[in-house]
């Protein structure tokens, strides 16, 4: 069992290493910048408060 989990861990640490040099493309590995949560947070109420269109 010892032998199974250090072979998990090798891979898993192989893995963290080949991700801080990549360029994720799968959405869900991506992290959102803080420039977008500031446009979201702030800009995009200001652009629905303007233009009141109920779907947008």
């Known amino acids: 069992m010892s032998k199974k989990l250090a072979e998990i861990r090798s891979i898993l640490q192989e893995h963290h290493e080949e ?3 990549a360029i994720p ?3 869900s590995e991506n992290v959102t910048s803080p420039a977008v949560l500031f ?4 800009l995009i ?3 629905r408060a303007r ?3 109920p779907w947008f």
């Open 25 to 27: 493309l799968i959405a």
């Open 45 to 47: 109420p200001l652009v």
């Open 51 to 53: 233009i009141s269109i």
């Open 39 to 42: 446009v979201e947070e702030n």
């Open 19 to 21: 991700m801080k040099n």
